[in-house]
DNA sequence: CACGTCGTACGATACTCGTCGTACTACGGG
DNA sequence: CCCGTAGTACGACGAGTATCGTACGACGTG
């Protein structure tokens, strides 16, 4: 507010940025749903190994530049992850604090159970 | 095998039985695809708190019977819950020491979201 | 400025899903 | 045997979604 940035001043590394759910809106049906993709399950593991600072295109997944766009907008648009413009690149992170915060314990209890049936199925 | 049943004979007590998944078939994507619609999300919390002996008809779900047995038949073939005939009545039970066995902690951590959300939106 | 890279937007398409209504089967009781 | 109740089967329909291709915009480097 002191600053008084006059508007169209988007932000000097970072870019245009993006729309993120609030916490309070963030909703378990649409976490659930969004986990339930195996494509986006994949993504939400390896960042969950990786850390957040992971471009979209750093994931080689099998599908087409549009199809990864839109996991990672369902992602962002649920309250999973977070991303940021970075230069050319948008980086991604898990929102882990936020997702604790809401439903304790949910997320890694997803990621271990995902790790175990990889293990089981023999395709991690 | 040694008694040769002609075959039309189904069953006494029980009448007919339904397919089930195999402990080892239950997917985690499955499960969380079931658990991602609210409808069904609310009959899992139902089922937790009550226990599984309920019939489908004691939910009173807010829609026909015919999306019903849909919802019933998901969460079954998903592996959340067995169903058993009894009489003219199905009851219904959480699969919960096999979703254990597989993803240890995930139903309960799901339960303690669903719960929290619904306070916090303040429809529980 | 020109170019290459990263990601977006938009339209198309085929598939899934949630919902309903109606017609039907299975079981139990008079 | 007839009927009522519990649930199923099937078809329909609208909404959502996973996917693609192509065209476009934003950024950094030469």
């Known amino acids: ?3 008084a940035a006059p508007a169209p001043v988007p932000a000097a590394g970072g870019g245009r940025d993006l729309p993120h759910p609030a916490p309070e809106e963030i909703r378990l049906e649409s976490v659930l749903h969004a986990l339930s993709d195996p494509m986006r399950l994949r993504i939400v593991r390896e960042l969950a ?3 957040d600072e992971l471009s979209c295109s750093q994931f080689a997944l099998p599908v087409t530049k549009s199809t ?4 990672f907008r369902v992602l962002r648009e649920a309250g999973v992850i977070h991303q940021v413009y970075r230069g050319t690149a948008k980086m991604n992170g898990l929102r882990k604090d936020d997702l604790d915060a809401l439903f304790p314990g949910l997320l890694d209890c997803v990621l271990t159970a995902a790790h175990r049936q990889s293990l089981r199925l023999g395709d991690g």
């Open 68 to 71: 990864s766009t839109h996991h």
């Open 1 to 3: 507010m002191t600053t």
């Open 49 to 51: 190994v990786e850390g």
